[in-house]
């Protein structure tokens, strides 16, 4: 992958946190900072996450990862190096919030049994078949979709004739409808990452491709593209069924439509990565370092908003109460990514042997099973 290319997929993976974070820091009660076009993307940002799953991921396996173990090892360091630790500290913050201020958490966390859903979470099943919330972590959905996409990804590119086909069967099976239902988001991604034809593309048509998303998406803002996509299923489909059933994949259309738009973005910038080495390169530490930590903002920066918020809120001055619970909670972001994101490599050696040890006793049960000639 061109350095250049590299620079502008970790922007455009670091802009979406941030818009992530923003949507959450105006949508959430008594932080003092209004929502706009500026920061109404949120649910948006999450698609464009899923596209460059799609896209990245392919290349990670293709290039890195030579086998379903070593794909299984980067993957699951990746994502349980940051997720268990910020499912802690959603309880361990929620619990302080609620004893300062329960008020705002009204509406926020269901009830029922903490331990339950956290366990859930943890086993990203959390989205599998129902939709469980983790407490006030709103965002953590997505990870259990893109946990279940690795493992239907890791089926078709690994494995081979009816193994393949049984296994991806299986894992959609385990993953249950509604994560499915925005799968070919991701498989666009893939697409992007494998076509070939923006090669021969013109200049200028390759620019435009690029630039493209910013027409999609402000037509999708003006036209509330997502409101009537929404209805139309909801009267399809009933209200229960839109609403609580299909759960985050209630918007699967116009997700859909945005999803086509920004892989075609990524298909061409494919071909623009010199482009992008002149012109990000000045700012290449800043975004790098930023991204390294980007995981952690999505994942822990609503419960590090409600818990600051619930501390801090009354006794901020009104006109710099949004900018202060922003910084702060950014800041503690940053400190639990010190420890967690960027040093996700020591959590690599356990990984390793936990799946050796699922393996070997894969491979004892299965020999106790064949039949004794087949033994013989």
Not at 135 to 155: C, D, G, M, R
Not at 256 to 274: D, I, M, Q
Request: hydrophobic share 55%.
């Amino acid at each position: 992958m061109h350095r250049g290319l590299s620079i502008y997929l970790d922007l455009l993976r670091l802009v979406a946190a941030l818009e992530v974070f923003v949507f959450h820091l105006a949508g959430l009660p008594n932080t003092g900072v209004a929502s706009g076009i500026w920061n109404g993307f949120g649910h948006e940002a999450v698609t464009i996450f899923f596209v460059l799953s799609g896209f990245v991921i392919p290349y990670a396996a293709q290039s890195r990862e030579p086998d379903p173990r070593a794909f299984a090892v980067a993957r699951l360091t990746r994502i349980y190096s940051v997720a268990i630790p910020c499912l802690a500290l959603t309880f361990v913050f929620d619990w302080i919030g609620h004893r300062f201020d329960p008020a705002i958490y009204q509406g926020l966390t269901p009830g029922g049994s903490t331990l339950f859903r956290l366990g859930i979470g943890a086993a990203m099943l959390n989205e599998a078949w129902t939709s469980v919330q983790m407490l006030s972590n709103t965002p953590y959905w997505s990870i259990s979709y893109e946990f279940w996409y690795y493992v239907v990804f890791a089926a078709l590119f690994y494995l081979r004739g009816r193994l393949r086909l049984i296994a991806t069967l299986i894992a959609m099976l385990v993953a249950g409808p509604n994560i499915m239902l925005l799968f070919p988001i991701w498989l666009i991604g893939w697409l992007a990452y494998r076509e070939r034809a923006t090669a021969s593309w013109p200049r200028w048509l390759l620019w435009l491709a690029f630039a493209q998303p910013l027409i999609v998406f402000a037509a999708y803002h003006y036209f509330d593209f997502q409101g009537i996509g929404g209805r139309w299923l909801e009267s399809a489909l009933g209200h229960e069924l839109w609403w609580n059933q299909l759960a985050w994949s209630r918007y699967l259309l116009t997700d859909t439509l945005l999803g086509l738009s920004v892989a075609l973005n990524l298909a061409a910038a494919k071909n623009l990565g010199p482009t992008f080495e002149s012109a990000l390169g000045w700012v290449k530490r800043p975004i790098r370092w930023g991204v390294a930590r980007s995981f952690t903002l999505y994942l822990l920066h609503q419960p590090a908003i409600l818990v600051v918020t619930a501390l801090l809120s009354t006794t901020l001055p009104p006109q710099f109460r949004g900018i202060s619970i922003a910084a702060i909670s950014l800041v503690i972001v940053i400190l639990v990514a010190q420890l967690t994101e960027l040093r996700r490599d020591a959590l690599k050696p356990i990984i390793q042997r936990s799946i050796d040890l699922i393996c070997k006793a894969w491979s004892v049960i299965t020999q106790k099973l064949r039949p004794a000639h087949a033994r013989a």
